[in-house]
């Protein structure tokens, strides 16, 4: 069978998932106490991944894994291994299963969203994923309203316009985003039978 790209994460045990945002802002001194600030590229998402010790035939599979990205040349469907849903539904995931869509988009970052379980409890620091003409984004809630099968959603950083549109998929549940290996960042010590791999991925559509 073809292998088919994005591709998922090996389905084995991590120790480390550190998913932090990357979001380059340049700060200049103007004179008279005023300094501008300026966003010098696009906030991504970076992940910086560790294995447990793996025995030689466990890390074989995450080997041909690996050189299937061709380092990086080819993209990675990135879902947290550990944080998969809002903190609230960690025990009950069924209201969480259910996706919404997207209404409209205010301010470039508030979220009118409907077709939402109303058994759904968000909270600010959740993630939620969109999903649009195949392209995904990932965004922390930092202020979240409404009940029943609505809700309205304020999330960081702004999503792109593909995503930032009516009728994109909201998950709430196993939110994806399209990455890749970070050149040069594998790495494979080990000894005896054991290898503990490493490496980054940054997102990249």
């Not at 301010?107 to 379980?117: E, P």
């Not at 392209?135 to 202020?143: A, K, P, Q, V």
Request: glycine share 8%.
């Amino acid at each position: 069978m073809a292998i088919s790209f994005p591709r998922p994460l090996p389905g084995i045990a991590w120790v480390k998932c550190d998913f932090v945002l990357d979001d380059p802002v340049k700060a200049s001194r103007a004179g008279s106490r005023l300094t501008n600030y300026t966003q010098t590229e696009d906030p991504t998402w970076i992940a910086d991944m560790t294995t447990r010790p793996l025995y030689l035939d466990e890390y074989s599979e995450i080997e041909a894994w690996w050189l299937s990205l061709r380092e990086g040349l080819r993209t990675v469907l990135f879902l947290h291994p550990t944080h998969s849903y809002p903190k609230a539904h960690r025990e009950n995931h069924a209201p969480a299963d259910d996706p919404g869509n997207v209404v409209s988009v205010t301010d470039g970052n508030i979220l009118s969203v409907n077709s939402v379980d109303a058994g759904l409890v968000l909270s600010i620091g959740d993630r939620i994923g969109l999903e649009r003409s195949g392209r995904y984004y990932i965004g922390r809630i930092t202020e979240v309203s409404g009940s029943g099968a609505t809700r309205s959603i304020t999330v960081e950083p702004p999503p792109f316009d593909t995503v930032a549109q009516a009728g994109a998929v909201v998950r709430f549940a196993n939110p994806a985003l399209v990455m890749r290996l970070v050149p040069g960042s594998y790495q494979a010590p080990g000894e005896g039978l054991f290898r503990t791999v490493s490496f980054q991925l940054r997102e990249s559509q």
